[in-house]
């Protein structure tokens, strides 16, 4: 539960690093991914520089249409009636046109993004994913990107309505500096307004945003764990936990709404104290004779032009200090260099034998202690291994080592006698496959997943590896046989049928080498031999690394390794070492099945 909440809290967290300014460092660290997109950019501006220009020149006409109108001398208004129609017009479609293009460009840039991102992910090493957490790294793909896509939409609208404002500006001046005056008196403080409801917005709907997570927390965590809620009888327990997520949700939206009730309606009204001082002012002045009619009213127009800056630039700082503080973030990611690279010119492994040898290999995870402390090992071609260990001794390690998943602090693995550092890291991964205890099956049809190593074998081949590893049977029982869609929202399989899948995937791969990190753990005994029996069959020459508990599964290894205390402290056949080591017999005592 913590560390799903501790996901929700990294979606939500406000930015970190957002309150030193607007530093536009990042948009010239993303040029990049923007580039391609320059010509639409300058397109949409220049598009909207004449619908901007449009849109100063309408108040100005329809107040000398009016003057015209009031005025005693009978010139024709129609001219001035169809000129501003036909301005509308233009003006609409013009709108049209640029806020597309705007918007398409920005969710491109959020395509390009997003793809970038995920690309670099696939290719980070295990001890990435061992630091990072996947929420931290979900927020980075969802709420980041969106960040850095809606500053990119509407910076450019803000930065035309900040035009907009400074032409709209020139002609009044022009128009009349008194009247001038008393249209702008009340902007700033429409400034002050927005920029307080946003400072008071933004925080909640952080709040809001984490609260509805924990909602949908606690919702999927019922449901997904709703045998375990029932067969504790914690119902009631969990309708607490629900209660109190939805009341603190409850609260953050109320409060917003609070806050909206407050501020909305001053930042509302205060334009219109602006044109209440115009309509004062400028009425005097027409009285006086000094002015136009038309003039008040095309100032009028102008207050509400004016405002939009006012009243957007507040949101417009603090977005892009969010879009800042997420494009770094997005930045930090895909600074990370993968630590496994492949060699500049990788040794040609054409058909591997599968000889495996480890060098006083040491290794420990991240910053930690050390794992494995000086492990020596040979597996020669063709032979089964079995590696015996208290648990937490290091055998998975072991195991991920041998595939490259990680590399070793000190000394080395060698794949046919080549450090595997010097293959490229397909070729290692293509012969050696390491098969998990609790595999991840895809929510896909049991064919795809069968099939994901090669997604070309056909399906006469498929149904030969899944008899091979026990699976087609099961299988064909099901309705759906190899279209039955498994994992979440799927068929749910039981361990063994899972392992069995899992099994079946790395044979389609066909490796030379074959690392079953207890991968039979839940197949009965019986079953297990044969599925041994028939992997043998399907490959002869092949090595095999078995990492077991169960004394079934050591007899069918020719040799066993002992791993203790991080180091292979003996070897030879099972029988041996329960006769010469004292400290096999102790392990495999306290080992959970010894079937
Ligand atoms: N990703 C990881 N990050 C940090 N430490 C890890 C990681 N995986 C394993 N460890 C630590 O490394 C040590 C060896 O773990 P490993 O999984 O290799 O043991 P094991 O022999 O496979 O045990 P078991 O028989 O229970 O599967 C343990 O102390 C474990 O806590
Ligand atoms: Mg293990």
Redesign the pocket.
């Known amino acids: 539960m913590t560390d799903a909440l501790g996901a929700v809290a990294g979606a939500a967290g406000p930015p970190v690093r957002a309150a030193d300014g607007l530093r536009l460092g990042w948009v010239r660290r993303l040029w990049p991914v923007l580039r391609p997109h320059r010509r639409s950019v300058v397109l949409s501006f220049g598009i909207a520089l004449v619908a901007l220009a449009i849109q100063v020149a309408v108040p100005t006409l329809v107040g000398t249409t009016i003057d015209r109108a009031v005025s005693t001398d009978e010139s024709p208004l129609a001219p001035f009636l169809v000129a501003l129609t036909v301005l509308a017009l233009a003006r609409g479609v013009l709108v049209v046109v640029y806020r597309y293009g705007l918007y398409r460009m920005a969710y491109r840039i959020e395509v390009d993004l997003r793809t970038m991102l995920f690309r670099h992910l696939s290719g980070m090493p295990f001890s990435f994913f ?1 630091r990072v957490q996947t929420g931290q790294l979900l927020s980075r793909a969802q709420s980041d990107v969106r960040a850095v896509q809606l500053y990119l939409a509407v910076a450019p609208l803000i930065a035309t309505s900040v035009v907009s404002f400074a032409v709209a500006l020139v002609v009044m001046l022009a128009t009349n500096v008194g009247l001038t005056i008393a249209a702008v008196v009340a902007l700033p403080g429409v400034y002050v307004v927005g920029v307080v409801l946003r400072n008071r917005l933004f925080p909640l709907s952080w709040i809001i945003q984490g609260r509805q997570a924990e909602v949908a927390t606690v919702v999927e965590e019922s449901v997904a764990g709703v045998r375990v809620v029932q067969s504790f009888a914690a119902e009631g327990a969990r309708m607490d936990a629900m209660a109190l997520a939805a009341r603190r949700l409850r609260w953050a939206n109320v409060e917003q709404g609070l806050v909206r009730a407050r501020w909305s309606p001053l930042l509302e009204n205060l334009p219109r104290v602006g044109s209440m001082l115009v309509l004062a002012y400028g009425g005097w002045l027409v009285i006086d004779g000094r002015l136009d009619v038309g003039s008040i009213i095309a100032f009028n127009a102008y207050i509400v032009l004016l405002q939009v800056p006012f009243r957007f630039l507040g949101f417009f700082l603090i977005l892009g200090q969010r879009a800042r503080a997420s494009a770094e973030r997005i930045l930090e990611v895909l600074d990370e260099t993968p630590e496994l690279t492949d060699p500049e010119h990788p040794v040609d492994l054409p058909a591997p034998e599968g000889r495996l040898e480890l060098r006083d290999v040491w290794f420990g ?2 910053d ?1 202690p050390d ?1 494995l402390r000086g492990v020596d090992l040979v597996v020669e071609p063709g032979e089964t291994v079995a590696v015996v ?1 208290a ?8 195991a991920r080592l041998l595939c490259r998943f990680y590399d070793p602090r000190r000394g080395t693995v060698l794949l046919d006698g080549v450090d595997e550092r010097d293959l490229a890291l397909g070729a290692v991964r293509g012969a050696v496959v390491v098969v998990p205890d609790e595999p991840f099956l895809f929510s896909v049809p049991l064919r795809d997943n069968l099939a994901y190593g090669r997604t070309d074998v056909d399906d006469e081949e498929l149904r030969a590896i899944a008899e091979a590893v026990d699976a087609h049977s099961f299988i064909e029982d099901l309705d759906a046989g190899y279209d039955t869609v498994v994992g979440e929202r799927g068929y749910t399989l039981s361990g063994g049928q899972r392992q069995r899948v899992a099994l079946g995937r790395a044979l389609v791969v066909d490796p030379a080498v074959l690392v079953l990190d ?1 991968a039979t753990s839940a197949i009965d005994v019986q079953v297990e031999a044969r599925i041994h029996g028939a992997l043998r069959e399907r490959r002869a020459g092949r090595t095999t690394v078995l ?1 077991a ?1 169960r004394l079934s599964t050591i007899t069918l290894a020719d040799r066993v390794v002992l791993l203790d205390d991080g180091r292979v402290v003996a070897e030879g056949t099972h029988a041996e070492l329960l006769a010469r080591v004292p400290r096999y017999g102790e392990i495999l005592a306290s080992g959970v099945g010894a079937a």
């Not at 648990?391 to 072991?398: A, R």
């Open positions: 061992d995870y991240g930690g794992v260990g648990t937490g001794s290091g055998k998975s390690t072991l207890d990492i508990h």
